[in-house]
Each structure stands twice: as C-alpha cells, then as structure tokens.
C-alpha cells in the first residue's frame, strides 16, 4: 500500500520527549554501547537505545547487565530496550528503572527472531499468545506510569505468513497505553533475509492512533524518506544500515530536515545526497570508535586491550568496498592496542573515494528463512497467559 501524498514529517513524540529528526537506532547486541551511542549521536540527532537488556538480570542486579545500562551524562532521552517473558518480572524490571532513575524511555523486545529465544516462547514468537502479550505491555505501561516514563514496543510481523500478529498486537499495546510502536518488516521465520514489507508498516499505521515506526532495509536515507512516504510511518528505526557507517545519521537528520522543508508538496519528497567521506575521514572515524570504545572500557583491568579487542568486529564494515589489502585488513582485525590501530591507519590511502558501489547494499548478518523454533504446543493454545517455562534470560545483550 501507499500513502496518496507524502504526509508532513514531524517530530516523533515519545511521552515528554520530542525527537527530531524521528530516527532510532535499534538496539543491537554487542554494537549500541556507551561508545557507539556516541558515536552516532556525535553525527545526527534521534533517539538511541542500548543494548537488549533482560528483565531478569536487572531484577538480580547482574554485574554485566548493570554496566550495559550506562549512558552518557549528556545523552538524553536515554533509552533502555527490556526482553521480559513474566509480566510480574517485567513490571518489576521497569519498577526498578523508575526508583533509581535508570532511563527516560522504555522499550519492550517482541521482535527477536533467535532460536534461542523464539524456542522459549520470547521474543518474536511472544505475540502469538495474545493475552500474555497484553499483560507484559500493560504491566510494564503501569510500573512506568509514576514517573511519566513513555513504553514502547518493537516487532515483528509475526512468527510466519501463516501466524501474522502484527495488527492485533499493536491494537493490544495501543490499548495498554503504549507511546508508540515499531514494527520490522519482516517475520520471525525471514530472519533477516529477502525485503522487508513495507506495505505491512502501511497497515499498521492505518490501524492504530499511537505513533508507528518503520523498521527494515533502511540502508541510506532515501530509504528511510521513501519508507515514510509509502507507509505514513511517523519515524523510522534503523539498524544494520549504520554499520560501518555512524554518518548515515547525518544524511538522515539532512533527509528529514529537507523533507520538512518541502512539507506537504506531492510528490516533493527531495532527492539527497549522502555522505561520502574518502578513506581518511574513514579512518578518521575509526580511531574515533576505538578511542570511545577504551574510555568506556575503562574500569576494567586492561581498557585499552579491551576497548580495542571490541572495535576489531567493526573493521570490516569501516572498510567494505574499500580497496585494501587482506593482510592489513586481517591486521587491523587483530589490534589490542590505540598505538597499533595508528600504525594500521597510517597505511591507508587517505585519498581513496567512497566506494559508490556498497551504496543500498545490506550490512551486517543476513540469512536465508528458516523454521521458527517454538515450545512444544506453542501454536496450538493462542489464548494461554502461562509464562513459558525457562522463556526468562539472564543474560542481557541478545
């Protein structure tokens, strides 16, 4: 489906907070750190969530846990993605984040496709229990409301084509007195393979009154104008797309703002251009990272080897397309050490264009489709408001 005329682009309103350009950085595990927060924020604005973090291991105070809800002293809203499968261990989770004044905004994971959650009755394969569903949300939009903290939830369109849950779960949470809802694209069984559906975003926000956002294959920012063009999205979340690139959140806030400019023009939604730094703006920014990546590993024992042992996964997004040699790349993967990262960088060609080609090309993990692992009877009992047994984690990050 399309919208008839590309609707006004406003700021995206999140309970007390009003978010501009209405851009969120999905949280992804192992990436959406202290570091990389900043990072991305030192680009463009929006609002940028950590790490999954699940309810049980903030509940127990788990040590691990407890670090990756850090923030910025500067970052505000700060934004904290919770994983529950209890609706009493949830409210309790977001009860805790109200008393000790952990965060300003609370998201809730339905959208996880991981067998080792998908199995346990979490994440994306949570919906499908619709009255459980309901309880979660309600729950944590409850332990919320005291401190005027907005809830949100993130999903999927469902477990598979044949088990679409989308539109009744975002009618539930609208109902619970969620502040917005994001839905990805795609079902728990695509993983992240083949196009996202975008037309489904569509329909979603025709069927809710809450603010919706649109997530899935978002790789430049004329996606992300387009997306909101077709769906009538009130934001978009973005994820793989920043891999390797922290400045596609300047080419999006310089989207949004010309989107804004235009208004409500037919088809006046503007062509833009992206950001292309050459390979020592690249490299510029890859000592950036890692500089961020050791100040925030800084309590521990060895914080620059291991600020620097965490950026060695980001290489290969810094440098794809980029003609530089297998010996240097498999180097730079390796480092422990700021010194050493300099010496790597300073063999580059800092002349060295962007390489136009990786433009719109899919970053990070893709995969084909595959079986949903589900509980045994799962899909057999839609109306059960049971807590699956053993669905609680107690590790947090995904």
């Not at 539109?167 to 809802?181: C, K, N, S």
């Not at 079986?371 to 049971?386: E, I, N, Q, Y």
Request: aromatic share 6%; glycine share 10%.
């Amino acid at each position: 489906m399309t919208t008839t005329a590309p609707a006004a682009v406003r700021p995206l309103t999140l309970g007390p907070h009003q978010v501009w350009p209405p851009v969120v950085l999905a949280p992804m595990a192992g990436i959406t750190n202290v570091a990389f927060r900043r990072l991305c924020r030192e680009q463009g604005g929006g609002i940028y969530v950590c790490e999954m973090i699940t309810t049980r291991a903030l509940v127990e105070k788990n040590p691990k846990t407890l670090r990756m809800i850090a923030f910025g002293s500067d970052e505000r809203p700060r934004s904290l993605q919770l994983y529950g499968t209890d609706p009493e261990i949830t409210a309790a989770a977001v009860r805790m984040v109200v008393e000790r004044d952990l965060a300003d905004h609370v998201d809730l994971n339905f959208g996880c496709p991981v067998p080792k959650v998908t199995r346990r009755g979490g994440g994306a394969a949570l919906p499908w229990r619709h009255r459980l569903f309901a309880r979660i949300v309600r729950g944590a939009v409850e332990a919320a409301a005291p401190a005027g903290i907005p809830v949100t939830v993130k999903m999927r369109k469902g477990i598979d084509d044949d088990h679409l849950t989308y539109v009744e779960a975002g009618l539930a949470a609208q109902d619970a007195g969620v502040a917005a809802v994001a839905l990805h694209g795609r079902t728990a069984a695509q993983r992240y393979s083949g196009t996202a559906d975008w037309d489904a975003i569509g329909t979603l926000k025709q069927a809710l009154d809450v603010p919706v956002l649109g997530n899935g294959d978002i790789w430049e920012a004329d996606d992300a104008l387009r997306m909101v063009a077709h769906t009538g999205a009130d934001g978009v979340v973005v994820g793989r797309g920043c891999l390797g690139r922290p400045w596609l959140f300047a080419d999006l806030e310089a989207a949004f703002d010309a989107r804004r400019a235009v208004g409500e023009v037919p088809g006046g939604i503007p062509a833009t251009k992206p950001v292309l730094p050459d390979l020592g703006q690249v490299a510029a920014i890859m000592r950036r990272h890692a500089e961020l990546l050791v100040e925030w590993f800084g309590g521990r024992w060895e914080p620059e080897r291991d600020g620097c042992t965490d950026f060695r996964k980001h290489v290969a997004w810094y440098l794809k397309g980029f003609s530089v040699g297998s010996e240097l790349r498999r180097s730079l993967a390796m480092i422990s050490s700021l010194a050493e990262l300099d010496d790597l960088l300073a063999r580059l060609d800092p002349t060295e264009p962007f390489p136009t080609a990786v433009l719109g090309q899919p970053r990070g993990r893709t995969n084909s489709p595959g079986k949903v692992h589900l509980p045994d009877g799962w899909l057999a009992d839609r109306d059960s408001a049971a807590v699956p047994a053993g669905a609680e984690l107690d590790d947090s990050g995904g």
